[in-house]
C-alpha cells in the first residue's frame, strides 16, 4: 500500500472514533443535496415567508432563492439573506465540506490530497 494511502486511511480511522454518523465520501455532492443537508441540521431555514406573510417556495437553479407561491406578490430573497451565509459566495458542498474538515481538525494537506 502507498503511503499517501496509509496516511487516508490512518485519518479517516481517526475521525470514525469521533462519530459513524457521517463519513468524508458521503458529504453532499451537488449544492441541492448541501442545502438540504444545512436545513434538516437546522443551519439553513427551511421554510420562509414573504413580506406579505405567505409561504415561499425555495427555487435552486443558477441562483438559489426563495420565491413566493402567489402570482400576485412575486417576492423572492436569496438563500443566503439572513443568515451566517449572507455575502458569501462560497457553494453550498464546500461550506459543508470545509465545515466537516473543520470539525474533525483535517489538516489542509489532508484535504487536498483525498479530493484532488
Not at 499517501?4 to 451537488?30: G, Q
Not at 441540521?41 to 435552486?60: A, D, F, T
Not at 470539525?103 to 490530497?113: D, G, I, K, L, Q
Request: proline share 2%; glycine share 4%; charged share 25%.
Amino acid at each position: 500500500m502507498s503511503t499517501h494511502t496509509e496516511r487516508h486511511i490512518e485519518s479517516i480511522s481517526a475521525t470514525e472514533s469521533k462519530t459513524e454518523t457521517m463519513k468524508l465520501f458521503d458529504l453532499p455532492k451537488t449544492d441541492e443535496e448541501a442545502i438540504k443537508f444545512l436545513q434538516e441540521k437546522g443551519v439553513l431555514p427551511s421554510q420562509r415567508v414573504c413580506k406579505n406573510g405567505h409561504q415561499m417556495n425555495l427555487r435552486i437553479g443558477q441562483q438559489v432563492q426563495w420565491s413566493c407561491k402567489k402570482k400576485e406578490c412575486r417576492t423572492a430573497v436569496k438563500m443566503r439573506v439572513g443568515n451566517w451565509l449572507e455575502g458569501s459566495r462560497i457553494t453550498f458542498v464546500t461550506i459543508v465540506r470545509f465545515v466537516y474538515c473543520w470539525a474533525f481538525e483535517m489538516t489542509s494537506s489532508f484535504v487536498s490530497e483525498s479530493w484532488v
